[in-house]
């Protein structure tokens, strides 16, 4: 296995040692937790997302965590999401929120999870918002999808999905979507899977990533293009440019922290740039994904460490 998938894998499996979870909370800050992560609260991120919108950048923020085990914990979500949408649109700020179904419920309740999104989606659309489900684990897709599905047959417009282009599945997801002309996010996926759901070489996952890309567009899909890559932005904005697909039907999806410069030089570009700006204490199994995506950055973080 290459060097790059044996770091990967490490770090992907290290998203879930609470052990080293208890060890990098005490050295958040030392170890540059904030060049990836908006801070531990909403009034730490609300600065955050103002100065991604004065350089011209538009923002989503997540409350970070996952897997809560009972109601009353989904229900602290929920009300923590709540207080986002209202400050995020009390202070005119271009940012909408991206949700774990597992943090609003998924694990217990499918029905729990759905009523629970349902009512971030239609406090959403009051203030103008709009939410994105974020997907995760293989085992969990098929849930997610069923709760979107079931929530755009029951008229909400403003929710989006996410698909994994790792996931052989995903190219069959899209298509059974786009009779419901989604919004759907292209992500390559940030978990560690078994080579018999999802590609296990970078390759076929950059084509099957391009083959999704293209594929929304073609159908119409507002296309949420979430990567870093250079090879691939380019790719999209020639495809788009080759199809005559306007720049307004989709976006690029960047990280916090993560080539900003380029996020700033695409916007200018006349592009809709989107920067991930999550928030809150539970940030490990997050910043763990990240590093993984995008193992140079654990270079940042060693650098860190060892400054005196």
Known sequence: MPRASLLRNALLAAAGDSRLAAVARRYGRRIGVARFVAGESLEECVPVVRGLNARGLLANTTVLGEG?????????IVRQYLAVLDRMDGELLRANIAVKLTNLGLDFGEDVAYRNTARLIEHAARCGSFVRIDMEESPRVDATLRTYRRLR???????GI???AYLYRSERDLADLLPLAPNVRIVKGAYLEPADVAYPRKADV?????????GALRAGAYTAVATHDDRIIRHVAEFAAREEIPAAAFEFQMLL?????LQIDLAKRGYRVRVAAPHGPEW???LMRRLAERPANVLFVARNLLRP
């Open 257 to 261: 922290g993560v080539r900003p410069q």
């Open 68 to 76: 809560v085990t009972d109601t009353a914990a989904a229900e602290s």
């Open 284 to 286: 490990y199994p997050y």
């Open 206 to 214: 950059d084509r099957s990533y391009v083959r999704l890309v293209e």
């Open 162 to 164: 996410a698909l994994q």
């Open 153 to 159: 047959e029951a008229g909400s417009e403003r929710v």
